[in-house]
């Protein structure tokens, strides 16, 4: 063999050598990745599949993976049982008109923010608080807070849980819709104040308008947050105001005697959010972010 | 607070075309301003100080008519030789630093391959989607079944590879890990999105310039992504770690504090001192030191990215 066909100790890029090692070095990573997006995926199939099991499959030993027996009766039992579907319409309910009243009040407040008719340290410091108000844990209001609606009489109402997913998630609206209008050119404000627009007339015909799909993703994230909730449900409510969060929550009590159930309350809960998130896919770091990273 | 606050400036001041209407203006953006403020007034700040106010108290509220008896700060002198309190104290910081730091170091490189070469990123996407559409509150009870001793799916998958059953949720050593593997599996998609949005919005010419030079992968990483992306790191730490400290649903439905009171965050043991032991004072003097504690820790962050 001859000195000039001798390869270097280290393949230089070039040689077929070099070329190997690299593809070992993709194929490896592509299996680790479809490793992870296997982890990642397998909960929300086990969901769906098992809520079309026969109950011999759904607690199978060794478990069954692909199923081929298919069933309703698991959604037809869900619905049947007490309260199931009484807890889905006042999660419905609660959910919009918490959606509907963060939206409007969030992004007027926002509008008032963006724009600097008040002083710099007045909006600066209304910022900084509604910050300081999303860091704090919800459960560290949850005492006082319970009993300030017991007080009121508002327990197990649905007015109580409005009220609680409107607070919470007003400072996630102020802050993705300040984003948004300050996104927008000046220069649309400019002219319609130069037509002789009045500060509502701007915002209800001019700005909001303009900032609609802005809005829509703001209302879906309020809409799943009031959907989520767990806790201030569970607090709030015992049985007239129930959420499917609670219920959900309930099942684990007596799990493994209802799981096909439980199964089919998870998936039908998915759907609205499915849809939702389909819709918002594009905005979906900016409202993750709270609007911190541009998505 | 630059990175972290939609801008406001001093500098955008109104156009001059609004000087006459000046104080409409201002009498405008107070009204629209009011009932949001208002709305947090009352469901926000009320809220914290009635709850200051009864941590110097103590009253059982399940007992009708009883009254809070101001018993000074006794609440918190317990809280001090509490030892449920310290471990809460230990399992939650415990639970936040772990899943923080794994769901970054899984997420940046989860992100630097979905912003490389590599083909099928719809489908990556839309498969990490499927963890943020689940409601905690199911994904608990779901995770619950998995890890179920005697026939979960993952001591089945764990079979298939010869490694012997585990306990999982009933052991005291594997109960913690387990809930941090299910916080992790929910939210690493939002910290891989973020990196991903973070690392797209780099400028490129400086990667051409690396490559001309010829840095080696991890070079261009350690020199120029890490230091670039730096504001988007700490912004994305501070919501990660202040989400994970209100983590409060997957414990709840997988293990309830349990067993003994390994898996015990500290959401979970205010709740239970408040609405199991109805200790509502006890349960108002640690919702105060969780607050406190929590708001030093962001307070550092915010002052790191005043300093970016």
């Not at chain 1, 081929?68 to 199931?84: C, E």
């Not at chain 2, 239970?272 to 108002?284: E, L, P």
């Amino acid at each position: 063999m001859s000195a000039t066909t001798m390869t270097p100790v280290r393949p230089a890029p070039g040689t077929p050598n070099y070329h190997r090692r690299k593809q070992i070095g993709a194929i490896l990573l592509y299996l680790l990745t479809i490793a992870i997006m296997i982890v990642i995926a397998f909960p929300m199939y086990w969901l769906i599949t098992t809520s079309f099991k026969v109950p011999a499959d759904a607690t199978a030993n060794p478990p069954v993976i692909i199923p081929t027996r298919f069933t309703l009766d698991n959604y037809v039992n869900a619905f049947k049982t007490a309260g199931v579907s009484r807890a889905f319409v006042n999660s419905i309910v609660v959910a919009l008109a918490s959606t509907f009243f963060t939206t409007i009040l969030g992004s007027m407040a926002a509008y008032a923010l963006a724009k600097s008719y008040l002083s710099y340290a007045i909006r600066r410091g209304l910022m900084i608080w509604i910050l300081v108000t999303r860091i704090f844990p919800p459960v560290t209001t949850a005492i006082p807070y319970y009993v300030i609606v017991r007080n009121l009489h508002l327990g197990d109402t649905h007015t109580a849980l409005i009220i609680t997913y409107v607070a919470y998630g007003l400072p996630f609206v102020i802050w993705l819709m300040l984003g948004f209008f300050q996104d927008m050119p000046p220069e649309i404000e400019k002219a319609a104040i130069v037509d002789g627009c009045s500060f509502w007339q701007r915002f209800r015909r001019v700005i909001l308008p303009l900032a609609l799909p802005g809005l829509a993703v703001t209302s879906i994230f309020a809409f799943i947050y009031s959907w989520n909730e767990l806790l201030y449900a569970s607090m709030l409510t015992s049985f007239n105001a129930k959420t499917i969060p609670v219920v959900v929550s309930g099942f684990i009590s007596d799990q493994f005697l209802r799981w096909g159930e439980m199964t089919a309350i998870g998936t039908l809960m998915v759907i609205p959010v499915l849809i939702f998130a389909a819709g918002a896919q594009r905005y979906l770091v900016r409202g993750l972010t709270f609007g911190a990273v541009k998505g | 607070m630059t990175a972290i606050t939609p801008e406001i400036t001093q500098a955008q001041s109104p156009p001059p075309v609004l000087k006459q209407s000046h104080r409409g203006e201002k009498i405008g953006s107070a009204i629209f301003l009011a009932p949001a403020v208002a709305f947090l007034l009352l469901t926000s700040v009320y809220p914290l100080i009635y709850s200051l106010w009864l941590s110097f108290h103590s009253w059982n509220m399940t007992i009708p008519n009883s009254q809070p008896v101001w018993i000074g700060t006794r609440n918190y002198e317990r809280l001090w030789d509490d030892p449920d309190f310290w471990n809460s104290v230990q399992v939650t910081l415990i639970f936040v630093l772990v899943a923080v730091t794994v769901e970054f170091i899984f997420g940046m490189g989860l992100a630097l391959l979905a912003t490389s070469r590599i083909r099928a990123m719809g489908w990556i996407r839309t498969i990490m989607l499927f963890p943020l559409m689940l409601a905690p509150v199911v994904a608990g009870v779901l995770w619950r079944t998995l890890f179920q001793s005697s026939y979960g799916v993952i001591n089945w998958a764990i079979g298939l590879v010869g490694i012997p059953a585990q306990e999982w949720l009933g052991s005291p050593s594997q109960a913690l890990p387990a809930v941090i593997a299910v916080e992790v599996w929910q939210n690493l998609p939002v910290v891989t999105f973020i990196l991903a949005a973070g690392i797209q919005s780099l400028p490129l010419d400086l990667y051409k310039a690396a490559q001309v030079d010829g840095a080696s992968s991890w070079q261009i990483f350690r020199r120029i992504t890490l230091p670039l992306l730096k504001p988007v790191i700490l912004v994305l730490l501070l919501l990660r770690i202040m989400d994970a400290f209100k983590v409060f649903d997957i414990v709840f439905t997988m293990t309830y504090g349990g067993p003994g009171q390994t898996t015990e965050l500290m959401s979970m043991l205010i709740y239970k001192t408040g609405f199991k032991f109805f200790q509502v004072g006890q349960a108002s003097a640690m919702s105060w030191v969780f607050l406190v504690a929590i708001f030093i820790i962001s307070l550092f962050f915010i002052w790191r990215l005043d300093k970016e």
